[in-house]
């Protein structure tokens, strides 16, 4: 009898060890983390996210499908802490910390900034804690971008993935 009681408990540790062990080194992942820092008028912007590689794959408008809410990375939901209260493509953002996600599109890109900052993947994303959205032209890279990156320039954050180059404007 207490071995039918103490084998589940077992089962359930040995679970819970290697899902804490493997969440601790994130840089061994498929798609490590990555940050983006930089400061635009005054306001520091931290991005965090994760960066998936092509490999061969068709990306955009392929397994990250147009017209579908995306995490803007890989792993959790894309972060982006702002330290003052800043406008995104002239709209008001209070400053904190908040989940990016994206919606890709051939022609037109809704950028969206969402609530919830503590979120895996865009699973469990709802439209109705969306705090901000704005829409933006994509372009094209001058080479195809293998991994997945995002950068600060200038007043700018800039996402580019093989030939896709996609920017909104940050104002403090």
Do not use: H
């Not at 103490?6 to 804490?20: K, R």
């Not at 972060?79 to 209070?94: A, C, R, S």
């Not at 051939?106 to 900052?117: D, S």
């Amino acid at each position: 009898m207490k071995k039918q009681i103490f084998f589940p408990f077992l089962l359930v540790a040995c679970f819970l060890s290697v899902a804490t062990i493997a969440q601790k080194d994130k840089s061994k992942r498929p798609s490590p983390p990555a940050k983006a820092e930089g400061t635009i008028d005054g306001a520091k912007v931290v991005i965090d996210y994760s960066t998936p590689s092509a490999k061969g794959r068709k990306m955009l408008g392929g397994i990250e499908p147009f017209g579908k809410v995306w995490r803007t990375g890989a792993n959790e939901a894309t972060t982006f802490d702002v330290d003052k209260n800043v406008k995104i493509e002239g709209k008001d953002l209070p400053k904190g910390k908040y989940a990016l996600f994206t919606i890709p599109g051939q022609n037109e890109w809704t950028v969206i900034i969402n609530k919830k900052a503590d979120q895996w993947g865009a699973f469990d994303y709802k439209e109705a804690d969306d705090v901000l959205r704005v829409t933006v032209k994509p372009g094209k890279t001058d080479k195809f971008v293998e991994t997945f990156n995002i950068s600060v320039e200038g007043s700018k954050v800039v996402l580019r993935w093989e030939n896709t180059q996609v920017a909104f404007a940050v104002k403090g």
